[in-house]
């Protein structure tokens, strides 16, 4: 029996649209959100005005769609660093150390398109959807402390909440000083340095 294979209609696609979406995260990271223009897009990723504009959507939509990739990328990797098979010491620190590596990537801007480029943009979805990152980011933390508790590697009263703000306040400070030029290697050092400090027992009150 011989089936009968519909044809897609008009041209195929003469353009890798995950690839081109790749080329648009480097386009705002290097010129922010306010300072690209449709032209930019059409340049840096390649793809003509009506091809951009039926696949893609304007600027806004190529944007969400660019962070949105740009974090299932990103949040995937920091998660394997952050719950591999190894200590929490270690666990803590290969989450910083993720973060400076990632924000000082060789061939791409420094820094983060979540953290210098999207909260600077004036919208509500991307703002959303940065609460909603950050949360999801913030829980990964805290769930790696809390099965360091459940190990015996921190007390059951260890300050969990607490040491979590100041894991994901770290890893975008380290993130943020990248961008400004801050080294790699003196970066890492602080990352390493930042995992011993949010693991020291809570200070005690003086009766």
Known sequence: MIQNTARPRGRPRSFD???ALEKATQVFWS???DGVTIDDLVAGMGVGRPSLYAVFGDKRAIFLRVL???????GASAAKALLSPQGLRDSIAGFLRYAVESATEKGSAPGCLMVCVAPLVNDAEVRQFLQNAVAGGAALVERRFRDGITAGEIPSDFPVATRTTQVTDLARGLTMRAQIGTPRKTLLKEAEEAAELVLLPPRRASK
Do not use: D, L, S
């Not at 949105?68 to 990103?74: G, I, L, N, S």
């Open 68 to 74: 949105k990739a740009y974090a299932e990328r990103k």
């Open 31 to 33: 010129k922010g959100y």
């Open 17 to 19: 649209e995950t690839g």
